[in-house]
């Protein structure tokens, strides 16, 4: 299995333009989370999705982010306009799911780092 | 209050030494616990998960107080490989809460 893949791994843009973060989970999971890291405020959950549907999405941070997952293999998450402020690492996970007595973790991609000049 | 808390260390420790962190969740209906690890500018990746009874993989034991509400990691022996961010992860109904991670730095 690939693992969780996440494109571009680097990302540099000016602010006001459109930015669109791509993530494939591993086949087979049925949750997809988005994840923003900053040194000040650590790992964030944004939003995430049980097949494809967007269960909680509170972490977002404003109107300006939306994400998507038209199927269960490829999701986004695009940020428009952007500004220098959501310069982070972006992270998506993706996990076969919790339950009573389950205990599977996430798998994490490698990360989009973001930078808004 | 955070749904979970660390020390953020850093914690210096030699080579062969046995450190340990604790972590701290405040919901107390939560159902899984896990510790990942994250060196830099990578991304977190899965340790152990942390069951009720205490758990053991090598060097590493995990360990579950559901009373006082807290996880902890003990590293035996430790390794300059064991050198990263150790973070502390609790997970109610599918939302996973991530600690802000403690730094673990193992010198020669």
């Known amino acids: 299995d690939a693992g969780v893949i996440q494109s571009p791994r680097h990302e540099v843009t000016e602010m006001g333009q459109e930015v669109t973060l791509r993530c494939k989970p591993i086949?087979?999971?049925?949750?997809l989370f988005w994840y923003r890291q900053t040194m000040m405020r650590g790992l964030e959950l944004l939003i995430y999705?049980?097949?494809?549907?967007?269960?909680?999405d509170s972490g977002m941070p404003e109107d300006r982010f939306s994400a998507k997952m038209p199927n269960a293999s490829f999701s986004t998450l695009k940020i428009q306009p952007s500004e220098p402020r959501d310069s982070a690492v972006y992270f998506c996970?993706?996990?076969?799911?919790?339950?009573?007595?389950?205990?599977?973790?996430?798998?994490f991609g490698s990360g989009t780092r973001l930078t808004v000049v | 209050r955070k749904e979970v808390e660390q020390d953020p260390g850093p914690f210096n420790v030699p080579e062969g030494a046995t450190v340990a962190f604790n972590c701290t969740y405040s919901?107390?209906?939560?159902?899984?616990f896990f510790w990942y690890r994250q060196d830099c500018r990578k991304e977190p990746k899965l340790l152990m998960s942390?069951?009720?009874s205490g758990n053991e993989d090598g060097r590493f034991t995990a360990q579950l107080n559901r009373a006082s509400q807290y996880i902890s990691l003990l590293i035996r022996d430790s390794k300059l490989s064991d050198s990263a961010t150790y973070l502390c992860?609790?997970?109610?109904?599918?939302?996973?809460?991530f600690g802000s991670g403690t730094k673990l730095n193992v010198k020669p």
């Open positions: 996970a993706s996990t076969q799911g919790q339950g009573e007595g389950a205990n599977y973790g996430y798998t």
């Open positions: 942390v069951y009720s």
């Open positions: 919901n107390s209906a939560s159902q899984s």
């Open positions: 992860v609790v997970s109610n109904f599918n939302k996973f809460y």
């Open positions: 086949s087979g999971h049925d949750y």
């Open positions: 999705f049980n097949n494809n549907v967007p269960i909680d």
